[in-house]
Structure formats: C-alpha cells, structure tokens
C-alpha cells in the first residue's frame, strides 16, 4: 500500500516536491514559533529563587567619574544603607550587583575541577538573603567570618554545584578556575561557603544557568568593585509617598550622589513585557502563514483532486467505495507530510546535537518537536479533508466521462 | 499586445473565484506584514521632523578604547566632542546632547517616570522642533548652568493641565527647573530628537563630566552638505589619534567616527567600533535577507497554487503553442498575470496597512509612535508586490512555456 502510494507521489513528481518543500518550510517556521512558546512556557512555570513582592531598587550613582561605579566609597555605601534601615517602613536593605530584572549581566566562566562552566554572577552584601528571600540549601550566606581577605567565599547555585562536583554537598570546595590559578598575581582563590536554590536573575522568562554570588560587603574595607543597587524590602502597600521620603532622606545624607528608586514589581513587568513581545509578534505572523498555507494546500489539492477525476472514476468504477477514495487522497498528503516532517527533524535535532542554542532543556525540545509533528499534520490532514470528500463523493460514471 | 493581455489576465482570474481569493489573502498578508515593517524602519531612518537635515547630518554615537588586554566601548564623553570636534572645516554646526535617561519626578504627590535628556544650545538649530509655546534654552542659559526645562506636549498635560506652562516650575531626580518652551511629542524611535524632558548639559549637580573621553554624550555634525562628509570623516580620525590617552595606561587607540544614522547603527549592530569604514550596506542586507527568508513560504504557496491555475489551461497554451507562440512570450504573459495578481494583493495590503500602523499607534507599545503611510512605504510596498509576482511568477510560467504543444493540447499535463 506505502509503496503504491509512494510510487503515485513519485509520479506527480514535480508537484509533489513543491508541495513537499511548502510543507518542509512550514515545518519549520511552525517549530521556530511552537519552541520560542514551548521554551517560555516551560521557564515560567519554575521557582525564581527569589520574591520580588514588596522590594524596591534603588540605583546609588556617584556623581562624577566616568565610570559609573568609580567614586563610590565604601563608607558613603554603609551611611546610605543605614540611612534607609532607620524607617519603620523598612523591613530590610541589602546591596547587590547587578540586581534582580535589571538589563544587565556579569558572566563569567573558566575551568573548575576539570569541568568547563560558564556562569552568571552577581555581587552581594551580607544582608542579601532577608531581602531577596534567597533560599540556602547547604551551607551559610557571606558574614564577618569571610572578612580575612586572601580568599574569595562564592555561594553557588544548586546547578553551579551539581555541573561542576555532581552535588550540592560542596561547602569548603575550592571553586578557583585554572585560568586564575595561573595567571593571577598573587593567585585568587575562591572558596564556596554556601549553596542557594537556583537562583533566575532575568526573571521568569530566563533559562537554565548556572548562577553565584561573590562577597561585596562595604563595611569590610577596600574591594575593586562596589555594588551599586540597594535593595530595600518594604512593609506590604508602601506607596509613592514612602519612595519620595527615602530619596530626600538619601539625597541628604550623601549629596554628591545620585538615586534612582523603582519597585521590582514594576521592573519585572517591563522586562517580561520586553521578552513577551518578540514572541507573540512571532506567533501572529506564525499563525499567519499558517492559515494561508491550510488554504494554499487546500486549494492545490482541490485541483489536484479535480484533474485526476478519471483516475478516481476508474478506481471506483473496479469497486473501490468512497472511503477508499477518501483515505486514499488523505493518506497521500500524510505520506507527503511524513516526508516534510522527517526531513526537518533531521534539520532541526542538529540544534541540541550541535549545541547550537544554549539555555533550551531536552525536555522543551522534545515537546516541540512532537507538538510541531502533531501540529503539521493536523493542518495538512485538515486542508486535504474537503478535496478528499469531493474526490469521494464523485459519481464514477460521470468521473469516467470527464474532460 | 499588452492591454490584451491584461484584460485575459483579469479574466481569468475572475473566473477561478476561490483560487483568486485565496491566492490574495496570502498575498496581502504577506506584503502587509513586510510594508509595517518597512514603516517602523523608515521610522527610525528616514528623515522626518524635527530632524530636517538629515541628509546633511553625522552624529558621533560610540567611542571605543582599545588596547592589549583592555576594550571599553561607550557613548562619547562631553570633553571629546566639545575639546576635539570643534571648528571641523565642512561643518557649520556641532550640537552635543546627551543620551537619553531615565528620570522620575515626584510633583504633586505623584510618580511620574520621564525620559531626560541633557544638551547644549546649538541641539535646537541642528533640529528644527515645533514649539507649542516658548522657545529653547540658548548660550546664554547653558554657560551659566540655568536650571530651565523645555518639555513636550504629553509632560505639559500630565504635570500642568492643558494650560499654558510657560515659567512653571517641574521638579525632576529633586532639582527644580523652570519650563522654558513645550514642543510637540517626539516617538520614542527617532533616537537622535527623542526625550520628554531636554535641559541644558550644565544644569545637573556636578561638573565633572566636562572633560570625560567617553561618557554618555552624542554629537550631531551639521556639514554644509553630503559632499562634505569624506573631508569631515577623515580630520575627525587624524584628531582622534591625536588624543593623549597617558591618564588611560590600560588603553593605545581611540576609535570614533562620524556617521550617518544608518552607518552608525549598523556599526554598533556588529560590534564595528574600530572598522574604519562605513558599513551601512551591511544592515540593509540583514533587513534584505531578513525579509527574503520571510517570502521563502509565502512564495511557495503562491507557486503552487499558480502551477495548479495555470495547468487548467494547458489546452490554451496548447493552442497557442501550435500557432506558433514563442516560449518567451508565453512565460511573460504569464508572469504578467501574476504580477496582476500581487498587484492587487499589494493594494489590498496597502489599504489594510494604515489601520495595522492606527493600531500600533494606539497599543502605546512604542511611546508616542506616529507611524504612517508615506511616499516611501507607498512605493515600497507596490515594489515588493511586483517582486513578490515576479519571483512566484517565474517557475510556474518557466514549466508551462516547456510544455510540449501535442501534450498540452491534451490538457494531460501534470
């Protein structure tokens, strides 16, 4: 039966293969739209490892320098944040860098314990955890204990800690890269004191990455780099007018610098307005094309069905019933389909075999994938459903006289 | 010859009713979708107002620094531009505004988030703003640091009513300025004019950004005209590479150049900085390759579903073939048909566009967005409808024009 079909496919060959390409390329237009959803989706749904409910941003620039975090000192840092734990408001304040929904990412990556690790890090005081409600799962968050300077104390992601040692039991590791071991001068170390729950920095739309923070304490004297977002949790329903008395409050204590102050509720909805958009213009324009290939195909096949009514005529007329006919036009298309599907999941299994894209689960991939294959056949089966039912509605005498 | 075959064309396509409709509604679709593209670019490059000199205009956006282990690239510090970019022979006008920056005032009680930009005195002749009332800050008010506000039609409404707001005070990142002029709104894509709020450079609390090599400044060269551009190109560099850059130990090279607002942008695109060429072609065929990869379905679709019209008529073609028709003639009566066709599609898209642009508009996604139908997206759009025809024309009158006439004759093409 396949081969008989296949041998009527070959046959028509040169429609065959422009219908066979329009199908290749929906595939993939359809897999493009089907996985950025898919891939969304999926991100969503997982823990952030954080709650942004009721913590606010405060941006700390000085004001000269061309840098913005040169001219920062570590004593104006610790009077700024004591200046804000003193209202009745304030739950707790904490300094980090880059901070939660913020456009801004410090990568970094190298070689630890044998293992190649790219991550992505943020600086952070001791008080970062009541903030952020970061939650620990082995070990303790920076405190004074870390203040001996000659080592770097790292808390790390739970993925961080499962990628690199195969568990997150991995307090004390020494998580230097060889890359620093090498070339530093006097040689870095850094040492994990503790270990978070994974913890998503872009929000809910961000992937699987590995994260660690790095000690940033002000109070504990000299260090390169200063953080410079005070995060501020607040009592639940603070308002504009709370945001105005802390920035008066900050403007006085430290006049040479400037503040910004925002809400992350109001952060993260703007980041999540930026990554949704891009996706549902895809999914309009995908869903475009979708439906004018469904009419497209239909109308090819209705013409199709149309020139070949003597063929059909002759078929019934040896005895096939019209559900033979119907099946048989419907079971061409899919074999059509079989072929288009088969030759771009070829295509696209080379992103996850290749390491293409980065950040993509197997688990998103594979429910596209399958998604995409349901969906194509679906179209393709739905456009073919009316030609097939006139095929088969065809009287065979009349067919058989047709010209 | 011609009219003939158009009125054959028309007639055919009015005979196969469903065929035709279908056939448009992708074809629409599809020039719809790239014509609201092609609008939102023209947007962003084209020359609208304030910005009349465009076509006369450079503007310094980055300055990299560069050396063995280290590489800084940011927009250009003040001093840069205000130290080393004067006097350029060529240039009439040097206007220095800073990028765009996000500022909150708490007036009235209220939050009100507003976009901030800090620049000079010649910013108001380089771009010609409409004003609602007032007039700009001039020399006078940026040499002494006056803290003066000219704002736009949407800030006058949101913080003074629809009344006049001339000399009323705007409380901004807790300084006070005083509202010297009101412009009407400016959208969010025309980066260079944009902002909701302009002050003068000198107003902010400190003054240390006077001799900054990089910063978060841009420039705008007015030259006398387009002929100009190469002179001025080439005494920016060689003042750039007179820089003294031994406060920067980590750093060798300066790179900067003045460019068009389509070079500048493809130069940051890819991450250019220190290409000394202009590489504008480089973005337009992104856009181009962009929107090919986007036909590739719709142009399929299209052919099969010309294929399938036309071989209904393989008898004619038979016909014509055996009275001696020759094949190009056939292939461009063919392809004419289907230009016919995405013509029509394209006029169709062309009246559905306004109303997608409306939409935009209204959804607020783009601040104070003005897209509209002009000239250029007008003839855009009917262009990619004779490309689109002629590319979804070709294959399918190719095949037919080979048809041998005996089988054509028999209508058993396949």
């Known amino acids: 039966m396949i081969f008989h079909l296949l041998r009527l496919v070959w046959h028509r060959k040169r429609q065959s293969a422009l219908l066979l390409a329009e199908l290749f390329a929906s595939f993939l237009v359809l897999f493009a739209v089907v996985l950025g959803g898919v891939v969304a989706g999926d991100n969503w749904r997982r823990p952030l490892g954080f709650e942004w409910e009721d913590v606010w941003f405060v941006g700390v620039r000085a004001s000269s320098g061309d840098r913005p975090d040169e001219g920062l000192a570590g004593r104006d840092l610790v009077a700024l944040r004591e200046a804000v734990r003193e209202f009745p408001e304030v739950r707790s304040a904490a300094y980090v860098d880059p901070a939660p929904y913020q456009h801004s990412q410090w990568m970094d990556g190298g070689r630890i314990a044998g293992r190649r690790v790219m991550w992505r890090m943020a600086r952070a005081d001791d008080g970062l955890p009541a903030v952020l409600g970061l939650k620990l799962v082995a070990g303790r968050w920076f405190s004074r204990e870390d203040d001996p300077a000659g080592t770097t104390p790292m808390v790390v992601s739970e993925s961080f800690a499962r990628h690199v040692f195969g568990t997150t039991d991995v307090v004390g590791r020494d998580a230097t890269s060889e890359q620093e071991r090498e070339d530093a001068a006097p040689p870095a170390k850094r040492r994990i004191v503790g270990v978070i729950a994974d913890f998503r920095q872009d929000g809910e739309l961000m992937g699987p990455e590995h994260y660690a923070f790095q000690r940033a304490e002000p109070a504990s004297g000299e260090m390169r780099r200063l953080p410079r977002v005070l995060l501020v949790r607040v009592a639940p329903g603070s308002g504009v007018a709370l945001e105005e008395r802390l920035l008066r409050r900050l403007e006085r204590e430290r006049p040479g610098y400037t503040f910004q102050i925002e809400p992350l509720a109001q952060m993260r909805s703007s980041r999540n307005a930026t990554g949704l958009i891009p996706l549902a213009t895809g999914g309009v324009v995908g869903l475009f094309l979708m439906v004018m290939v469904a009419l497209g195909l239909s109308g090819v096949l209705w013409q199709n069905v149309t020139q070949r009514t003597r063929e059909i005529g002759l078929r019934r007329a040896h005895g096939a019933a019209a559900a033979d006919v119907f099946r048989q036009v419907l079971a061409e298309v899919a074999l059509l389909v079989t072929l288009a599907v088969a030759a771009g999941a070829l295509l696209v299994v080379q992103i996850p075999l290749q390491d293409l894209v980065t950040g993509i689960r197997p688990g998103a991939f594979a429910a596209s994938l399958a998604l995409t294959v349901f969906g194509l056949y679906g179209l393709a089966l739905a456009s073919a459903a009316y030609p097939a039912r006139l095929a088969a509605s065809l009287e065979p005498a009349e067919a058989l006289r047709y010209e | ?414």
């Open chain 2, 1 to 414: 010859m011609l009219r003939s075959h158009l009125r054959l064309a028309l007639a055919v396509l009015k005979r196969r009713k469903v065929f035709t409709a279908i056939s448009l509604f992708g074809i629409a679709l599809t020039l719809l979708v790239l014509i609201v593209a092609g609008a939102l670019l023209d947007n962003v490059f084209g020359a609208f107002p304030p910005e009349v000199h465009h076509d006369r205009t450079l503007l310094v956006f980055n300055v990299r620094m560069s050396g063995k282990d280290a590489q800084s690239t940011s927009p250009a510090g003040f001093g840069l531009l205000d130290l080393y970019a004067r006097d350029l022979p060529g240039v009439e006008r040097l206007a220095i505004t800073s990028t765009m920056r996000e500022a909150f005032s708490y007036q009235g009680g209220r939050k009100q988030r507003l976009y901030l930009k800090r620049t000079d005195a010649e910013f108001w002749r380089v771009l010609q703003f409409p004003f609602v009332e007032g007039a700009p800050f001039a020399e006078a008010e940026v040499d002494s640091g006056a803290r003066v506000a000219v704002i736009n039609r949407t800030m006058r409404r949101t913080f003074f009513g629809d009344g006049p707001a001339l000399g009323r005070d705007l409380e901004v990142d807790g300084l006070t300025y005083r509202v010297m002029g009101v412009v009407e709104d400016v959208p969010m894509m025309r980066a260079v004019p944009f902002a909701d709020v302009w002050v003068p450079h000198s107003s902010g609390r400190d003054q240390a950004y006077r001799s900054d090599l990089q910063g978060e400044f841009w420039g705008l060269l007015l030259a006398r005209s387009a002929a100009d551009f190469p002179g001025i190109q080439s005494e920016f560099r060689s003042r750039m590479q007179r820089i003294d850059l031994s406060a920067y130990p980590e750093f060798e090279r300066l790179h900067a150049t003045p460019e068009t607002l389509l070079a500048s942008t493809s130069r940051m695109i890819f991450d250019a900085h220190d290409d000394p060429e202009s590489r504008p072609d480089r973005l337009l065929g992104v856009f181009g390759l962009l929107a090919l990869l986007f036909l590739a379905l719709p142009t399929i679709n299209l052919v099969n579903l010309s294929i399938s019209r036309i071989l209904e008529r393989a008898s004619e073609i038979g016909v014509r073939k055996a009275f001696g028709a020759p094949a190009t003639s056939l292939v461009g009566q063919f392809v004419l048909e289907n230009v016919v066709l995405t013509l029509l599609g394209g006029v169709l898209s062309l009246l559905a566009a306004p109303l997608v642009l409306a939409a935009i508009n209204q959804s607020g996604v783009l601040p104070y967005a003005q897209l509209a139908l002009n000239l250029r997206t007008f003839a855009l759009g009917l262009g990619l409808a004779v490309f689109f025809g002629v590319l979804s024309g070709a294959y399918p009158a190719w095949r037919l024009a080979r048809l041998h006439p005996v089988v054509a004759l028999k209508g058993a093409a396949r």
